[in-house]
Structure formats: structure tokens, C-alpha cells
């Protein structure tokens, strides 16, 4: 039977909540290839969002680089970018790509948002990516952005839901090893679909959804992500699942196989982002 901890929900405690995936220089590396993987979709969500010529932006969970570097052309030399991040080595990492892209018009801060009753509604733009799959507390989060937003202003969020990762052919360990994940991940892994309803219930108007899909083939780094995943939460699988280790490294060599097969395609989760108003 599984002992699994209880998928995510928005919980009262007031701690941040720490990045579940880590902040080792591999995540790092795997997040600034992530970047440029989804920097045409996430270009074409801002194109999406009219800003003033001088608009004051933010990226929420901005990780080694996020989508600082887009904004800070969108925004031009008379706008200003924030990026927070509450994990220390994160925000180090952004310094290095605000120094190396040589982005004046964008400030770095270890920080995450004051609670929506604390909030200064200063942004003409909120944005987060991949940051609410991650956390315990979407719902907290999104108050916190919509609060930090002046009337009138966008909040953009960019998230993963886990319904369309699949491979194909498909594979009873590809199954069970992503059923055993989404279990032990600590975020709501299907949040994607829940961007609209989420969006309204923090009193945002004017929503608007649309979804990437990507497909990978054995060689592309992505086909396997489930099996970095699984290497990457082994203790908590063992400690909160019935999966024996025998039986994770079988699933797992199992699946390695599988996926190197010529003619293996996964499908990847599907990438939804949803923008909306502040009335
Ligand atoms: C998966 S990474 C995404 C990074 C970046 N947005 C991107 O798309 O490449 C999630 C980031 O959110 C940060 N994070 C987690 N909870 C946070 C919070 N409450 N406030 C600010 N940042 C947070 C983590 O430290 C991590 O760097």
C-alpha cells in the first residue's frame, strides 16, 4: 500500500516552503537549458500582455535566469525588472546571468513576495514559471502576485500539468514510476489545468489559456526527465512508497530501456499559461 504524503494543498503555515527539486549545479544547468527550450512560448505569452512604455515587471521564482532576460527587452532601458527568488544559490546564479547578458535595466533579490495583506500594488506584470508545480502553496502565491499588481495590471503564470506525459508505445513501468512520482513530488502536478480557476479565484479578470506540447525521441534530453526525476526523489520513493529498491532499480532499468528503443517518443507535460487582469 502506498505511503505516499497527501498531494499538494494551500496549508496554513507562513514558512517558505523549500524548492523541492534543489538548488544543485545540475538543477541549475537543467533550468537555463529548460530556458531556452521555452523561451519562443513564453516569448509569445508576453506578446500577449500590452505593457506602458515604462512598465515596472516582475519575475516570481525567477531560478538562474527565468524569463528576466525577455523581460528586460520588453520593457526596454525607461523599465525595470525585479526577479525574487527565495533560494540563496538561485539568486546567486541569476547575478551571474544579469552580469553575463548584460541586463542593466534588471535587480535580483533573495526574497519571496510579502502576503497579499502586506502587498505594494506596484507591477504592471507578475509572472511566475514553473514555480506553483513546485511549492505547497499555489493559492498563497497568487494572492501575493495579484496583490502585488496595480489595477489595471497582468499576472502571467507559465505551469506544467502531468496529464499529457506519456510514452509511446506505452510501458507499464513509464506508468507506475510517473503514478509513484506524482505521489511523492510535494507540488500539484496536473496545477496547468487549474491555471483558470485558480486565476479567478484570486479576483483576476480577462483570463486567457493556451498550452504547448513538446515530443522527444531517444538522444533528446528530455526523453528520460522521469527517470532523472526518479533518481532525484529515490529516498523519498523508497521512504513513502512500497517500492522496494530492488524494485525501483528494476522499474527504472526497465524504462531506461524502453525509452533508448529507436522508435520511443514521449510526449512531454503539457506547458499551459494563463494570463489575466487586475480590475
Ligand atoms: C522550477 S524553478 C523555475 C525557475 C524559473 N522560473 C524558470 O522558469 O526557469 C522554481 C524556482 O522557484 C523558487 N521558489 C520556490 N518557492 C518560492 C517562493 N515562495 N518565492 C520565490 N521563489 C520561490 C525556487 O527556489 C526555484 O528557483
Given amino acids: ?62 531560478g538562474p535566469l527565468g524569463i528576466l532576460d525577455l523581460l528586460s527587452e520588453r520593457v526596454g532601458p525607461t523599465g525595470s525588472v525585479t526577479g525574487l527568488d527565495t533560494d540563496r544559490r538561485m539568486i546567486g546564479w541569476a547575478r551571474e546571468s544579469v552580469t553575463e547578458l548584460a541586463l542593466g535595466n534588471v535587480e535580483v533579490r533573495q526574497e519571496a513576495l510579502p502576503p497579499a495583506t502586506a502587498a505594494e500594488a506596484r ?21 501575493s502576485m495579484a496583490a502585488a499588481v496595480r489595477p489595471g495590471g497582468w499576472v502571467a503564470v507559465q505551469e506544467f500539468d502531468w496529464a499529457t506525459w506519456q510514452c509511446d508505445p506505452p510501458h507499464p513501468a513509464w506508468s507506475r514510476l510517473k503514478d ?46 522521469l527517470l532523472s526525476f526518479a533518481h532525484l526523489f529515490r529516498d523519498r520513493l523508497l521512504r513513502h512508497t512500497a517500492l522496494t529498491s530492488e524494485e525501483l532499480d528494476s522499474l527504472t532499468s526497465t524504462l531506461h530501456d524502453h525509452l533508448g528503443r529507436p522508435h520511443t517518443t514521449v510526449r512531454e507535460s503539457l506547458l499551459v499559461q494563463a494570463r489575466a487582469r487586475k480590475p
Fill in 1 to 62: 500500500m502506498s505511503k505516499a504524503p497527501a498531494p499538494v494543498r494551500d496549508v496554513g503555515s507562513t514558512a517558505v516552503a523549500e524548492y523541492l527539486l534543489g538548488s544543485s549545479s545540475a538543477e541549475r544547468e537543467r533550468l537555463l537549458a529548460q530556458c531556452e527550450l521555452l523561451r519562443p512560448a513564453s516569448a509569445a505569452l508576453l506578446d500577449t500582455i500590452p505593457l506602458p512604455p515604462d512598465a515596472d515587471v516582475l519575475d516570481l521564482g525567477c
Fill in 180 to 225: 509513484l512520482l506524482a505521489g511523492v513530488f510535494g507540488g500539484d502536478v496536473h496545477i496547468g489545468a487549474r491555471l483558470p480557476g485558480l486565476l479567478c479565484e484570486a479576483g483576476l479578470t480577462d483570463i486567457q489559456v493556451t498550452a504547448h506540447a513538446y515530443y522527444w525521441q531517444p538522444g533528446d534530453r528530455y526523453q528520460t526527465l
Fill in 123 to 143: 507591477y504592471d506584470l507578475a509572472h511566475c514559471r514553473l514555480l506553483l508545480i513546485n511549492t505547497p502553496l499555489p493559492r498563497r502565491i497568487l494572492d
